[in-house]
C-alpha cells in the first residue's frame, strides 16, 4: 500500500499538497525550524526530506530497519533518526555523519532536541 503525507491550510483545511511516501507506515513528522523542509520517518527504511517550495524529494536515507523518529538539529542543516536496530543516526544533505548506539541495545522509539540546551534525548523500548 502506498502511504502520502498531506498538508492543509489550517485555515481554510484545503489540501496544499500530497507528498508521496511510498510504501510502510509513516511514523512521524517534523518541520524543520525555518518551515521551508518537511522530514518523515517510516517502516519502510526511510526517511523522506522534501523541500516544501518544490514538493519534490530532496533527500531519501536509508536505514536497516524501521526509522520511529526524526528531528532536526542546527538549523535545518542536520536531521536526527532513531530506527528499530538501537542506532542514533546523524545526516547532513544525504551523508550519514554520526551514528550513536542506545543504552540498552534496543529500539530506539522517539527523539526530542531541546534547542535552549542543545541536548538530544531519545527514548528506548
Known amino acids: 500500500e502506498e502511504f502520502s503525507i498531506k ?4 485555515i481554510t483545511w484545503k ?12 511514523h512521524e513528522c517534523n518541520w524543520s525550524h525555518d518551515d521551508l523542509c518537511i ?5 519502510s527504511g526511510l526517511c523522506h526530506v522534501w523541500m516544501l517550495a518544490e514538493q519534490v524529494t530532496e533527500h ?3 536505514h536497516p530497519a524501521y526509522v520511529y523518529s526524526v528531528q532536526w538539529i542546527e538549523n ?15 545526516w547532513m544533505n544525504e551523508k550519514l555523519i554520526q551514528v550513536l548506539m ?14 535552549n540546551t542543545n541536548k538530544l534525548y531519545s527514548a528506548d523500548a
Open 7 to 10: 498538508i492543509y491550510e489550517v
Open 39 to 43: 522530514a518523515c520517518a517510516s517502516a
Open 76 to 90: 535545518s542543516s542536520v536531521v536526527v533518526t532513531a530506527c528499530y536496530d538501537g542506532a542514533i543516526r546523524c
Open 102 to 115: 542506545g543504552s540498552s541495545g534496543s529500539r530506539i522509539n522517539t527523539l526530542c532536541y531541546e534547542y
Open 15 to 26: 489540501l496544499v499538497c500530497s507528498l508521496p511516501c511510498g510504501v510502510g507506515l509513516i
Open 60 to 62: 531519501v536515507l536509508p
